[in-house]
């Protein structure tokens, strides 16, 4: 698998994390409005401010815009700020956000009001952005959304060495649940400059003015202190050499080093820079398609993307149910798995012993419906002049116990047997269970070892019975989407959030696969064998069935939500074929 280059884009934001130091120390941190009784916790003093009072864009010849970053960050002092979101996982009502507000070991818990969270994104029209030109002429204003989650640094060097939050805002269609946060005595940047649309500015003098909007000053009592910035816009022809105001064909990157910063196809929408760097399994990025689609390939959207630390962190509050049938927890003969951290390397060699099924806590693998759907004419390896529907699917696993599972190899042969490890609370291996193979997978873009019983995909009739079956079924396990974060045990820094990590060589004698709580594993379907082919099919209405585990070899908690269906409907003629999206209940994505 290729990795999303995101080294550039991790580079610039510690570079602006250390500039914030040099001018947090001026900041002043404005009252919280209102006075709060002794015994509830206080809420954290949240200010804005500017890293620096001049910043310079590039706009890329041939692009619509310019991705900003004008170095406006949030601050906060006295307490994290933390925010859970959620909405129920039928999809049929809308989201809901808390803030809780901590101190020591007590909590207190202020509904957000009704529409300033309406997806997974950050919060909804947190800044108002005015552009004015060197005549002082007002040119463009933007409302701006604010994830708490994006790049981030200290201010003070006593503050807390790392951050436990998440480091990005989930995009997926089918999040369920969220948490964001920004640690005490640390800030976070404002801008997303990857993430959205760019800005139409043509190259010249500008000076920004930052505010945040009245709504947000009064929730969270900030004062009313915009930040002003000069901005300098300057051209970039594609083949290098610099051109227009104020550019330096010297230090102007390449198209290919445009491309792995992210500039390349506007990067991947609605992925935060840098943030939760889950790179799907996906070979493309562009946008995503519309509710119509037909004709011609279709890049795919990836998962969430940055790699977070290697930093686990367990909830140990506010968990909601692991599932409808169990409810597992300390006790004699079982444990809530909260202190399960396996390594990504896989055991050295193959299990002894007889195989058992402790009673431990297990996985919940459950399917989210797909999408991202459209129409193609195939990928490399399928065949030409028919028609395929394309589309992205994500296993998650809501816990309360990471999915492990390792493959062992034969010397000489391109297929491992696969099992299944359970642990106990100290993270000590209690037993093993097999739960299939591994195969090669010798294709170009895929290149790495598969777990074949992980899922499988059908297209089923308006009966919804099977009609096509996906060649894809096999699957390399990687914790790329934040699913949800609010379930019990999970973790907000996964390993493995990349292909590189977890699929293993060529060579490999053994690999280790992990799934863990909270996260999902998101296959975009743009790659030989992963999408159905459609050519011969009647126009109708259709219904993509994602399923988890399909032979039951994996042990979970429950396995009633392994199935999720998503409906389609087919028109036109073989060559030009079109697909229609209905909405899932409120999920309105294709």
Not at 226 to 250: H, L, N, S, W, Y
Not at 513 to 529: K, M
Request: proline share 7%; aromatic share 8%.
């Amino acid at each position: 698998m290729t990795r999303h280059p995101y080294s550039r884009a991790r580079r610039s934001a510690i570079a602006g994390a250390a500039a914030l130091s040099v001018v947090a120390g001026v900041a002043g941190a404005a009252p919280v409005a209102g006075a709060a009784t002794a015994a509830e916790p206080t809420a954290p003093q949240l200010s804005l401010i500017a890293a620096s009072k001049s910043v310079t864009l590039d706009r890329w010849e041939g692009e619509p815009g310019v991705y900003v970053d004008l170095g406006t960050y949030v601050t906060v002092e006295g307490g994290p700020l933390e925010f859970r979101v959620t909405r129920a996982d039928d999809f049929k009502t809308p989201v809901v956000a808390q803030q809780i507000i901590h101190k020591g070991s007590t909590k207190r818990v202020k509904n957000l009001p009704q529409g300033m969270v309406t997806d997974f994104s950050g919060l909804q029209g947190f800044l108002q952005v005015t552009y004015t030109d060197a005549a002082g002429k007002q040119v463009l204003t933007t409302d701006e959304s604010f994830c708490p989650n994006n790049a981030s640094g200290r201010i003070r060097p006593d503050a807390p060495a790392t951050s436990k939050y998440p480091e990005s805002c989930p995009t997926n269609p089918f999040t369920l649940g969220s948490v964001w946060g920004v640690e005490n005595g640390w800030a976070t940047n404002t801008s997303r400059r990857y993430d959205g649309e760019p800005v139409d500015l043509p190259a010249g003098e500008y000076t920004a003015k930052v505010a945040v909007a009245k709504r947000y000053r009064d929730l969270f009592g900030m004062a009313d202190k915009p930040q002003t910035v000069k901005v300098t816009v300057r051209e970039i022809k594609d083949d290098g050499g610099g051109v227009g105001f104020g550019a330096d064909a010297r230090s102007a990157p390449s198209a290919r080093e445009r491309a792995a910063s992210g500039h390349s196809g506007h990067a991947m929408p609605g992925h935060s820079m840098p943030g939760h760097a889950m790179s799907g399994h996906s070979m493309g990025t562009g946008s995503a398609a519309p509710a119509t689609a037909h004709g011609g390939h279709h890049d795919g959207r990836g998962a969430d993307a940055p790699t977070p630390p290697e930093l686990p962190h367990v909830l140990t509050n506010g968990g909601k149910a692991v599932s409808r049938s169990a409810q597992p927890g300390d006790g004699a003969g079982r444990t809530d798995g909260s202190r399960i951290k396996p390594a990504l390397k896989a055991a050295a060699q193959r299990p002894t012993g007889r195989a058992s099924v402790p009673d431990v806590p297990k996985p919940d693998l459950r399917a989210l419906p797909a999408w991202d759907i459209a129409i193609t004419d195939g990928e490399d390896g399928d065949i030409a002049g028919k028609d395929y529907l394309a589309f992205s699917a994500n296993v998650w696993n809501a816990g309360p116990a990471p999915l492990v599972v390792d493959g062992f190899r034969s010397p000489g042969k391109d297929l491992m047997d696969a099992y299944q490890y359970f642990y106990d609370a100290d993270g000590k291996q209690v037993g093993y269970s097999p739960s299939g193979t591994m195969e090669w997978d010798a294709r170009v873009g895929h290149e790495h070892w598969h777990f074949t019983d992980f899922a499988s995909y059908r297209l089923l009739g308006a009966d919804q019975k099977e009609v096509v079956r996906s060649g894809k079924e096999a699957f390399c396990l990687a914790n790329t989407d934040a699913i949800d974060y609010t379930v019990k045990n999970a973790n907000w820094a996964p390993n493995n959030t990349d292909l590189s990590t977890a699929c293993g060589e060529q060579n490999s004698i053994s690999v280790r696969e992990v799934l863990d709580v909270g996260s999902g594993d998101t296959y975009t379907q743009y790659r030989p064998g992963q999408s159905f082919e459609i050519t011969d099919l009647p126009n109708g209405t259709y219904y993509i069935e994602v399923l988890a585990n399909p032979e039951n070899r994996l042990h979970e908690t429950d396995l009633s939500n392994n199935v999720a269906l998503r409906k389609v409907v087919l028109s036109g003629k073989p060559g030009a074929r079109k697909v229609t999206v209905p909405p899932h209940h409120l999920v309105t994505a294709p």
